[in-house]
């Protein structure tokens, strides 16, 4: 095999804690996360060297896709040609960069085989802290700054996925954070995700950063508060933002909200994976 495709599938966070400031800079974080199918598509080739190419969105140099090959070619000596097409929009709090480099990671290793689970993730950790959950997809517990994962039982959601034209810078939130903040009721959310009760879990739904975030893009706030008028049973930011998701009962009413949703940058209906 010379060529393989890759879904790099976005994340959401149904809850996000932040437990405390760690003596290494980051940050604690106790979260419940969720793979959706809204998708980025990474086309790697058997190389000589490492090279990116981006279609719909500009790349810098130095990206996730990049820093995940020459991980792995550190161990292994292989290279690849990489070409993603982007979908999912940047500085949203969906996880599009490391899930890009969680698909190359997981396209690499096809192409070649030449490491083991436990490296790959250990790879992936040093690219960044959503890359792990990308790499293993569907509903997690992630603990640490997120490497720490524990598979959960999920349900079928129905959601519409909006982001405002501004975004957030992660680095300028977490320095503006100010600590202790409410943890979310994570026993009480694992227990309504089992039980498949979307009347239980949408008052769970929660995200510390939510409050700091939206005093820096005031349009989190507006989309929130849309999308409840549009239906939807609950809406919360994802990671940092600034996308946020509303939950909706059926399909039919996310495609109905998102016709009516005005002063947005990007609006798709989503469901979870």
Same mark, same amino acid.
């Given at each position: 095999?010379?060529?393989?495709?890759?879904?790099?599938?976005?994340?959401?966070?149904?809850?996000?804690?932040?437990?405390?400031?760690?003596?290494?800079?980051?940050?604690?974080?106790?979260?419940?996360?969720?793979?959706?199918?809204?998708?980025?598509?990474?086309?790697?080739?058997?190389?000589?060297?490492?090279?990116?190419?981006?279609?719909?969105?500009?790349?810098?140099?130095?990206?996730?896709?990049?820093?995940?090959?020459?991980?792995?070619?550190?161990?292994?000596?292989?290279?690849?040609?990489?070409?993603?097409?982007?979908?999912?929009?940047?500085?949203?709090?969906?996880?599009?960069?490391?899930?890009?480099?969680?698909?190359?990671?997981?396209?690499?290793?096809?192409?070649? =085989?030449?490491?083991? #689970? +436990?490296?790959?993730?250990?790879? !992936?950790?040093?690219?960044? $802290? *959503? @890359?792990? /959950?990308?790499?293993?997809?569907?509903?997690?517990?992630?603990?640490?700054?997120?490497?720490?994962?524990?598979?959960?039982?999920?349900?079928?959601?129905?959601?519409?996925?909006?982001?405002?034209?501004?975004?957030?810078?992660?680095?300028?939130?977490?320095?503006?954070?100010?600590?202790?903040?409410?943890?979310?009721?994570?026993?009480?959310?694992?227990?309504?995700?089992?039980?498949?009760?979307?009347?239980?879990?949408?008052?769970?739904?929660?995200?510390?950063?939510?409050?700091?975030?939206?005093?820096?893009?005031?349009?989190?706030?507006?989309?929130?508060?849309?999308?409840?008028?549009?239906?939807?049973?609950?809406?919360?930011?994802?990671?940092?933002?600034?996308?946020?998701? =509303?939950?909706?009962? #059926? +399909?039919?009413?996310?495609?109905? !909200?998102?016709?009516?949703? $005005? *002063? @947005?940058? /990007?609006?798709?209906?989503?469901?979870?994976?």
């Amino acid at each position: 095999m010379d060529r393989t495709i890759k879904r790099a599938y976005a994340k959401l966070n149904l809850t996000l804690g932040v437990l405390y400031k760690r003596a290494d800079g980051y940050h604690a974080l106790d979260s419940i996360m969720q793979t959706i199918d809204l998708f980025d598509t990474v086309t790697v080739e058997r190389a000589r060297d490492i090279a990116v190419i981006s279609t719909g969105m500009v790349l810098p140099y130095d990206n996730t896709i990049r820093r995940a090959a020459e991980q792995y070619r550190a161990l292994t000596g292989r290279s690849a040609l990489i070409r993603v097409v982007k979908r999912i929009p940047a500085e949203a709090g969906l996880g599009g960069g490391s899930a890009d480099a969680a698909a190359t990671l997981n396209a690499l290793q096809e192409l070649y =085989g030449e490491v083991d #689970e +436990k490296t790959l993730l250990e790879i !992936a950790a040093k690219v960044g $802290a *959503d @890359v792990p /959950f990308c790499l293993r997809g569907g509903t997690q517990r992630a603990e640490g700054i997120g490497e720490v994962l524990t598979p959960v039982r999920g349900m079928k959601l129905h959601l519409l996925v909006a982001k405002p034209a501004e975004g957030v810078s992660t680095k300028k939130l977490f320095s503006l954070l100010k600590l202790p903040r409410v943890m979310p009721e994570t026993t009480a959310v694992l227990k309504a995700l089992s039980d498949g009760d979307l009347d239980s879990l949408c008052p769970l739904l929660y995200n510390a950063l939510e409050e700091p975030a939206i005093e820096l893009v005031p349009a989190i706030g507006r989309i929130k508060a849309d999308m409840i008028a549009l239906g939807a049973k609950a809406a919360r930011m994802s990671g940092s933002g600034s996308a946020v998701f =509303g939950v909706f009962a #059926e +399909k039919e009413a996310a495609i109905e !909200a998102q016709t009516k949703l $005005a *002063d @947005v940058a /990007f609006a798709q209906v989503c469901e979870s994976i």
